[in-house]
């Protein structure tokens, strides 16, 4: 089971970004599947997740309205459309499988990616 994560990059405060996670051997449908982040000197922050048991999405408060996720799963990949971006959006930016997560649980995750750069200047 492999992850990787790429689209990061350096973006001005309003402008766009596509971040990707590309997974191999095994199949998105059967997971949760979650975008965290972790910003300098701070501690991993959920961002969003697909819940496998009812087909929600979740938001963080921070980035509600702005950030869009999606999953194409016969290509196997996880999208997080990040409009609107923000200087505190600076971070790297990790996809994270959990088989068993359920909203109002912790998202643990059985399998992480490596973490994409994501940097907002202003």
């Known amino acids: 089971v492999q992850l990787v994560e790429s689209g990061g990059g350096s973006v001005q405060a309003g402008g766009s970004l596509r971040p990707s996670c590309a997974a191999s051997?095994?199949?998105?449908?059967?997971?949760?599947i979650a975008w965290s982040r972790q910003a300098p000197g701070k501690g991993r922050e959920g961002v969003s997740c697909?819940?496998?048991?009812?087909?929600?999405?979740y938001y963080s408060g921070s980035v509600k309205g702005r950030f869009t996720m999606s999953v194409d799963n016969a290509k196997k990949m996880v999208f997080l459309q990040m409009n609107s971006s923000k200087p505190e959006d600076t971070a790297v930016y990790y996809c994270?499988?959990?088989?068993?997560?359920?909203?109002?649980?912790?998202?643990?995750?059985?399998?992480w990616g490596q973490g994409t750069q994501v940097t907002v200047f202003s």
């Open positions: 994270a499988l959990d088989k068993f997560w359920s909203s109002g649980t912790s998202f643990t995750g059985d399998y």
């Open positions: 697909l819940s496998f048991s009812d087909g929600t999405t």
């Open positions: 051997g095994l199949r998105l449908v059967n997971y949760s």
